[in-house]
Nanobody, 126 residues
Framework: QVRLVESGGGSVQTGGSLKLSCTASEYTTRPVTMAWFRQSPGKEREMGDLVACIYTSSSLPPYYVDFVKDRFTLSLDSTKDIAYLQMNNVKPEDTAVYYC???????????????WGHGTQVTVSS
């Protein structure tokens, strides 16, 4: 079992920045992959969009989907228990509930995520 707790959500204006955190705890084995997904208004979480993922024990670089490349940065703290999502130059279409997820697999796909946080709301106003 892995407990994931997100923080850092809130309201921001277009072009602004926000930093989300996801803290993993209560695990026996550290997750191999930590990821951020987002659920836009009106969409089911199961259909939520992948935002980015990072690998805790691999030299592979973080993966970003096209709509956040060059705007968002995903990183780990030194303990590798906290995944930070730095969101820059945000847009109204970034408005969503952002969920942290983790898996013991070296995979970055929603069906393979084994643990989910409760989500944090990000609202971008124009």
């Amino acid at each position: 079992q892995v407990r994931l707790v997100e923080s850092g959500g809130g309201s921001v204006q277009t072009g602004g920045s926000l930093k989300l955190s996801c803290t993993a705890s209560e695990y026996t084995t550290r997750p191999v992959t930590m990821a951020w997904f987002r659920q836009s208004p009106g969409k089911e979480r199961e259909m939520g969009d992948l935002v980015a993922c990072i690998y805790t024990s691999s030299s592979l670089p973080p993966y970003y989907v096209d709509f956040v490349k060059d705007r968002f940065t995903l990183s780990l703290d030194s303990t590798k228990d906290i995944a930070y999502l730095q969101m820059n130059n945000v847009k109204p279409e970034d408005t969503a509930v952002y969920y942290c997820a983790a898996t013991s697999k070296l995979l970055c796909l929603s069906p393979y995520m084994e643990h989910w946080g409760h989500g944090t709301q990000v609202t971008v106003s124009s």
